[in-house]
């Protein structure tokens, strides 16, 4: 079983930027799929971002602003977050699937134990 821990959440002012990471416990991100998802307190849990290899996707709410990638040297993905909104406050969790995991949570099959990342205005 893969163990994925996520860190770099904080409080952010709008307008800032955070960068998180998921570390794994073993080689994983170069074969499998990552994902990056987010829940906010009484919503749904919500796809930001995945990538498989190099294919990259995004949610409509966070294209051009957040950014997806790996180190596969290191076993990390990371979540680049620019211009944060106060929309963007929620606990975002990493993710690890099979390869061509998509949007939906029940894709993946190893979830990290979330970061905060509060924005204030």
């Known amino acids: 079983q893969v163990q994925l821990v996520e860190s770099g959440g904080g409080l952010v002012q709008a307008g800032g930027s955070l960068r998180l990471s998921c570390a794994a416990s073993e080689r994983t991100f170069a074969t499998n799929a990552a994902g990056w998802f987010r829940q906010a307190p009484g919503k749904e849990r919500e796809f930001v971002a995945a990538?498989?290899?190099?294919?990259?996707d995004y949610a409509d709410a966070v294209k051009g602003r957040f950014t997806i990638s790996r180190d596969n040297a290191k076993n990390t993905v990371y979540l680049q977050i620019n211009n944060l909104k106060v929309s963007d406050t929620a606990v975002y969790y990493c993710a690890a699937g099979p390869h061509g995991s998509g949007r939906m949570p029940w894709q993946y099959n190893s979830w990290g134990q979330g970061t905060q990342v509060t924005v204030s205005s």
């Open positions: 990538m498989t290899w190099t294919y990259a």
